[in-house]
């Protein structure tokens, strides 16, 4: 384990499990994986762990199998606070590094790690090795796995996020004093709010409602979207992207559609619409007119009483300041039960800004809701009208420069590191429907034959220069490699099994230097 330091980190554990083939109780092979994104301490569940991946072969039997077969040693960075600053985060990382790289815990002949990051702990491990290339350390990892990972941000439906504020928000009070909050007599109301929150919540989500449910705050997602960006990829290894978007763009539903649509009333028993005749002696009651709820004084009055919950809920739509909440919750009363009326005890509404993208319906690693049906009150399963929202854009899982922009470009056959669109160097989509968030399904075979390639890393590379560069790589292996650039304004000169000589074109240019071998994925550097 890993001791929390104040301001560093939140601490954790290293787990490790090393492959049949191995029986020197040290590392040989290892496949690093960073943590994704855990709220289950926060809601007192179990967290996501090694022992978690290993106890679910029918979700990761296929990935891990393969993982042994091919002699890796699993070692998992587990977080104690999955939701803490991605950065702080990271810095644990830094540090399970260092001890995995140990001659303490790391054979001298071991091969170099492949570095795996799931959801959130894509961008962990991203900015952890960046940084210790930054710091002069040698992270030893020559291939770094991004699996459905936020680099550009997530998403939840910001009408989603406005109606849970919205609800939670209704409290009754007398100036400071809270008499009674919805959200306290609601758990899932605050676990919600609990985990959006967080401190990883806010740097991932690209739209945060504010605190209100009136607006929006993405300060914290900026911030740590620019710092983030201008760290960089990691430049000492292969750069290896998974999206669960599907490649042919195809949208889960058009924009500004309806997510929901909650008409739902529910009425007090029989009882007590009696005993609030004798509640008019309660103290409290005598409260409610200076309250901020003076609405409430209706119930006091003999008669059928209910209470009303209604919400329109919508995607970001291509339209500015289209409607994505309107919300209110009523109180219903049928006066002595002959007369109906009623009172608005709170409403609130949110419009989309003129800079939002319609993400909601976009294809990418998506939440489905008929997963969680057994969770739902029966009485909310007719409002959902969308079962499925995109939670990781397709554009942000592969880092696309034009991620805003071309959400459902038709990427087929497009090279995308080639066209400068990422730093990515080879990425995989569904090639049919986006799947939920981080599952293998579709790019099952690329992701283990990722990890069936010799290991081939830059030591020194420069991607911008003028004149003359010596690239260096490390090739434990001694593999034959080849050489060549896209562009023959730039020249290779002494090639070899570990170096090459680059001359830079005349005049400013790109091109992307080819490295090849016997790998299905040969090292590609711009």
């Known amino acids: 384990s890993i001791d929390p330091i104040t301001n560093r980190h939140s601490g954790g554990t290293v787990q490790i499990r090393y492959a049949t083939s191995n029986n020197t109780g040290k590392i040989k092979k290892a496949l690093v994986i960073a943590d994704p994104f855990d709220p289950s301490p926060l809601l007192d569940a179990s967290n996501m762990n090694l022992g978690r991946i290993l106890d679910k072969p029918e979700d990761y039997g296929f990935i891990t199998d393969s993982i042994d077969m091919n002699n890796y040693d699993i070692v998992y960075v587990d977080n104690n606070n999955g939701i803490d600053d991605i950065r702080k985060n990271a810095t644990l990382f830094e540090e399970a590094m260092d001890l995995i790289n140990s001659p303490t815990y790391r054979n001298a002949d071991a091969a170099p790690n492949i570095v795996m990051g799931i959801s959130m702990g894509g961008l962990v491990a991203r900015y952890a090795l960046r940084k210790m290339e930054m710091q002069g350390k040698d992270h030893k990892t020559w291939k770094y796995i991004s699996i459905d990972s936020p680099h550009k941000g997530a998403n939840v439906p910001v009408g989603l996020q406005a109606a849970l504020r919205h609800i939670s928000s209704f409290d009754v009070s007398i100036g400071f004093i809270k008499l009674f909050r919805l959200s306290k007599q609601v758990p899932i109301l605050e676990d919600a709010l609990k985990v959006l929150n967080s401190p990883a919540a806010k740097q991932m989500l690209i739209y945060n409602v504010n605190y209100t ?122 006066i002595l039960w002959l007369i109906n009326s009623s009172v608005t005890l709170t409403s609130s509404s949110l ?96 992701v283990i034959n990722q990890l069936k390639d010799k290991p081939i890393s830059p030591n020194t590379f420069q991607s911008i220069f003028c004149g003359n560069q010596n690239v260096t790589l490390s090739n434990p292996q001694n593999a034959p490699l080849t050489w060549t650039v896209t562009d023959n304004m730039f020249g290779i000169t002494s090639p070899t099994n570990t170096s090459a000589t680059i001359t830079s074109a005349p005049t400013v240019r790109s091109a992307i230097l080819t490295i090849g071998s016997t790998n299905t994925y040969p090292l590609r550097k711009r």
């Not at 760290?231 to 195809?250: D, H, L, W």
């Not at 529910?266 to 005598?286: F, G, H, M, R």
């Not at 399963?381 to 959400?407: E, H, M, V």
């Open 213 to 334: 449910g009136t607006g929006y705050d993405n300060s914290i997602h900026t911030a740590f979207l620019t710092e983030y960006e201008q760290m960089g990829f990691p430049q000492k290894c292969q750069n290896i992207a998974v999206s669960n978007g599907n490649i042919e763009g195809t949208q889960l539903f058009a924009p500004g559609s309806q997510l929901f649509e909650v008409n739902y009333r529910k009425s007090l028993s029989s009882y007590l619409e009696y005993v609030n005749i004798i509640n008019i002696l309660n103290p409290l009651y005598t409260l409610i007119p200076i309250s901020n709820r003076p609405q409430l004084m209706l119930n006091i009055i003999p008669g059928k009483t209910s209470f009303g919950l209604y919400a329109d809920i919508y995607g970001i739509n291509t339209t500015a300041n289209s409607i994505v909440y309107s919300g209110s919750l009523k109180l219903h009363k049928k």
């Open 351 to 446: 419009r989309a800004q003129q800079d939002m993208y319609p993400i909601d319906g976009a294809t990418g690693g998506i939440v489905n809701l008929d997963d969680y049906m057994d969770s739902i009150p029966d009485d909310f399963i007719p409002f959902i009208k969308q079962t499925k929202f995109c939670f990781i854009p397709r554009g942000s899982s592969l880092a696309l420069n034009d991620w805003n922009t071309n959400y459902t470009a038709n990427l087929q056959g497009v090279d995308l590191f080639s066209s400068g669109k990422t730093e990515f160097e080879y990425v995989s989509m569904s090639p049919t429907i986006a799947e939920p968030h981080v599952t293998f399904d579709a790019s099952k075979q690329f």
